[in-house]
């Protein structure tokens, strides 16, 4: 009998075996059967009383037990006798129950979780995952699947979902308590130094190079100041104005504790505080969010800042020879390394992964029950009990080899009470 591939090899089956183990019980019962004849050609003597006893015993005990298995997978010699061809009649009753016994007895919480914690999965894992042959292949897997994974990434879909996304946590909650401890944090770390030197940098450049363009518009803006703007606003003393300003813009890029500087870390703390602390000014942040996310030129920009780091991210992808790849298999290395160096991690991680199993076990165990009932309902009744015999037949055969021995040891049991009692 041959099975399709895809039948898991606890269902294959053993029908050699199978065909072996029947021919032995098969056997034992027609060996039984010819001593029980075999004794009527003897004198009647005690010891050929025995012998009869206990092959007449035999028979019956082989009988009665080939029944009963054959009964399991069949009708037995095709009489439909009540009871009988359990499997092909009652297979889907069968699957339910089989599926409930598995998710109730076996598949438990605590038995699954016990067994994760004899075998130390987290720990092999690490010990694994701590070999730079095994990272290395985990890595680049790692990076395949990323890469398949933004391959299917539409742009324009995920730009409509990260604005439709801030949208709604913004109905939830105020992003200015958030903007303003960030800004708070950045002041005292002095974190906003390499920003304020590059605009002081930048801004230095810019009136140097185009001193000759400026110089119009400034004297123009103080000339539009009133009459005594107009009367000082002369080319020299606009030249002067200018210059100083290169001056004191050197002075203040040149000394870290430069007072202007001083004032702008003091104007962004108040910022800092006005974010966190004022209502009236949360409001107006919050509304001009939400205005933000609503302009089309801040939507094309998102859009195109997704695009440009999804590029980037497939371009490292695709670099064999260093790259993200690389930087994947050192994380997965170094996460390998340190849990296989800090019981503390390694403890951590066992009671989340046991905490996690326990909950899909619990949530998602039955499953196990739909799955046995919809695979076994695709089988015909007696494709599913030649399945199961070819599987479990072989080892019922000893049913019947049994059957036929203890049966035979009964009979002598029996007869010799009887002789004793006569």
């Known amino acids: 009998m041959a099975l399709p591939a895809a039948v898991p090899a606890l269902l294959r089956p053993d029908v050699a075996g199978l065909r072996h183990m029947k021919r032995r019980a098969t056997g034992l019962l027609v060996l ?24 007449e015993a035999g028979m019956v005990g082989g009988l009665a037990d080939w029944f009963a298995v054959t009964a399991l997978f069949r009708h037995p010699l095709g009489l439909r006798i009540p009871h009988t061809a359990l499997i092909p009649r009652q297979k889907d009753e069968l699957a339910t129950k089989l599926g409930e016994f598995v998710t109730g007895n076996f598949l438990t919480p605590d038995a699954v979780a016990d067994q994760l914690a004899e075998v130390g999965l987290v720990r092999r894992l690490a010990e694994r995952l701590a070999d730079p042959e095994v990272a290395a292949v985990v890595g680049r ?42 800004l708070a944090r950045a002041v005292e770390g002095r974190g906003q130094r390499p920003l304020v030197d590059v605009c002081l940098t930048r801004l230095h450049a810019y009136i140097r190079r185009n001193r000759s363009e400026l110089h119009p518009q400034v004297k123009r803006f103080i000339e539009e100041q009133g009459v005594l703007g107009w009367l000082v606003a002369t080319d020299k003393r ?69 695009q440009d780091v999804l590029g980037s991210l497939r371009l490292s992808l695709g670099e064999l020879d260093g790259g993200l790849p690389d930087r994947m298999t050192q994380l997965v290395l170094g996460t390998g390394r340190r849990i296989s160096t800090s019981p503390e991690l390694e403890q951590r991680l066992e009671q ?9 076990v619990e949530h998602y165990g039955s499953t196990v029950v739909s799955l046995i009932q919809r695979t076994v309902a695709q089988w015909d009744g007696r494709d599913a009990a030649a399945r199961i015999e070819a599987a479990v037949g072989r080892d019922l055969q000893f049913i019947r080899i049994n059957g036929t021995v203890v049966g035979a040891l009964a009979g002598v049991v029996l007869h010799t009470v009887a002789l004793a009692l006569g």
Do not use: K, M
């Open 32 to 55: 039984t059967a010819a001593v029980f004849l075999l004794t009527f050609a003897l004198p009647d003597t005690t010891p050929v009383g025995f012998l009869r006893a206990g092959a």
């Open 141 to 182: 897997e790692l990076a395949a699947g990323v890469a398949a994974l933004l391959d299917a990434v539409d742009e324009r879909a995920l730009t409509a979902y990260v604005l439709e996304w801030a949208r709604r946590d913004l109905e939830r909650r105020s992003y200015t308590p958030v903007l303003g401890s960030f």
């Open 238 to 306: 606009v030249d002067r104005l200018l210059e100083v300003t290169l001056t004191r813009l050197a002075e203040v890029e040149a000394d870290p504790q430069h007072p202007l500087r001083l004032w702008i870390d003091g104007l962004l703390a108040s910022l800092a505080d006005d974010l966190r602390y004022n209502a009236d000014t949360a409001r107006a942040v919050d509304a001009q969010l939400r205005v933000l996310l609503e302009d089309v030129h801040l939507q094309s920009l998102l859009h195109t800042v997704l």
């Open 352 to 360: 989340r992964l046991q905490q996690g199993v326990r909950y899909a």
